[in-house]
């Protein structure tokens, strides 16, 4: 692939990160984190509307991609947000909205 047709490396990474909250219980597992710190698997199962198998596997999107920290106390699981991956989505997606919004119409397509 030559150089004109290649992504740039902050578009891929922020399309990686974007796929990894790609569903609203994800969303929900970093509010909740966020406003409790630290939380169980068994507590994060109590905050949503899904079962212990379906919260661990969105955890582990989570983890896989970095967003979420994982530490064990004893034999329960804990989770926390790891901040720094946090933010560099969040300024991604900043970059990406100053660098479209520039080119708004003053008028809406619809």
């Known amino acids: 692939m030559d150089s004109e047709r290649t992504f740039k490396k902050r578009d891929v990474e922020l399309a990686e990160l974007s796929k990894s909250i790609s569903h609203p219980a994800r969303f929900q597992i970093i509010n909740s984190l966020a406003k409790k710190s630290q939380l169980t698997t068994k507590e994060l199962v109590q905050e949503l509307p899904l079962s212990q198998a ?14 979420v920290c994982r530490f064990s106390e004893g ?13 560099r989505m969040l300024t991604l997606f900043q970059k990406m909205k100053d660098d479209v919004m520039i080119h708004r119409p003053k008028r809406n397509c619809c």
């Open 54 to 67: 379906t919260v661990s596997q969105h955890l582990k999107i989570l983890l896989d991609e970095g967003l």
């Open 75 to 87: 034999t329960k699981s804990i989770y926390t947000i790891e901040w720094n991956k946090l933010e």
